[in-house]
C-alpha cells in the first residue's frame, strides 16, 4: 500500500501518482445549473465525464448509485449497503487509496470525501482545482472509459458526521451547537427564492462555501489565510460542535473539507439541508443578516 494521504493533493501530486497500483482515481461530476431564482434542477455528469476526464479515472453517478432512491430529496445518503457495493463495484475497497474531483465546483468531490468516511474510509483526498487544474497544469485527459476492478468496501459507519432534520430541531437551542449555512449571502438572508420558502434556520451562522476558493483557479485559498475567518465564526473552538448545512448537503461539505484542513475532522453535515427545512412549514425561518 502506498503512502498516507493528505486530505487534500495538487494536480503535480496525482500526476506523478497517477499509475500507483493501490491508487484510485474518482470522477463525481455532477450538473447542477445555479439559477438567478427558483428551484436547481440536477443532471447527471455522466456525458461530461465520458467526453473527458483523467486517465484511468471511473465515474461515480451520485445522483442515482450513491443516493437513496426512496430519499424524499436529491442526494440523500443511502443505507451503508448500498453505498458499500456501488462504492465496490468502482473499485474502492479496503486496501485502496482514493483521489476524488469533478469538473465542476469542486463540492461534488467533497461531498463524495465526506460521504466515505461518513461510511468508515479514511484513505481518501480531494484533488484540488478538479479537472481544471489537472488542465491548466498541462496534463492529459482521454475519452476512454476504464473498466472498475471490482474490490470489497467494508467500513464502519460515524453516525456524528450526519445530521438529519430531527435532530437539528432538537438542537436549535444547544449553545454548544454552532450551525453553518454556507450558502451565498442573498439566500442565507432571504432574498430569493430558490427553496420552498425563504430565510435560514434560526441561530444559524452565514460562512459562505463560495468565498473559501481562489475565484481565477477554483483552488483552495490557502488554510493560513483561511484560519483566521474560521476562528472568527466560532468554527475552530474544540468546546462546540459544527454542523454544516446547504441546500442539499453538498456544498455544505466544502466547508467540511475546509474546516477538515484546519484541523477540524468532527464537522458534520445536515444532509437534507434546505430542502427538507424549508419544505416542512412547520419548521422555523428567519431572515436578515448572519449573527456573525
Known sequence: MGSPLPLQVSAEWLHRHLDDRDLVVVDAT?????????????????????????????FAELLVDFADPAGA??????????FAAAAGALGIGDDVRVVVYDQG???????????LRYEGFDRVTVLDGGLPAWKAAGYEVTDVVPEPT??????????????????VAAGLDDEKTVLVNVLDEATYRGEVDTYARRGHIPGSINVSVFTL??????????IEELRPEFEAAGLLDSDTRVVTYCGGGIAATGLAHA???????????????????????????VTGASPR
Open 30 to 58: 455532477t450538473i447542477l445549473p445555479v439559477p438567478t431564482d427558483g428551484p436547481y434542477v440536477p443532471e447527471s455528469g455522466e456525458a461530461t465525464y465520458r467526453a473527458e476526464h483523467i486517465p484511468g479515472a471511473v
Open 73 to 82: 430529496y436529491d442526494w440523500t445518503a443511502p443505507d451503508h449497503e448500498r
Open 105 to 115: 465546483d469542486r463540492y461534488w468531490a467533497t461531498r463524495l470525501w465526506w460521504h
Open 150 to 167: 471490482p474490490r470489497t468496501f467494508t467500513g464502519t459507519r460515524r453516525p456524528e458526521l450526519i445530521r438529519s432534520t430531527e435532530e
Open 213 to 222: 476558493r481562489e475565484a481565477e483557479t477554483g483552488t483552495l485559498r490557502p
Open 259 to 285: 474546516l477538515a484542513l484546519a484541523g477540524r475532522d468532527d464537522v458534520a453535515v445536515y444532509d437534507g439541508s434546505m430542502s427538507a427545512w424549508a419544505g416542512d412549514p412547520a419548521l422555523p425561518l
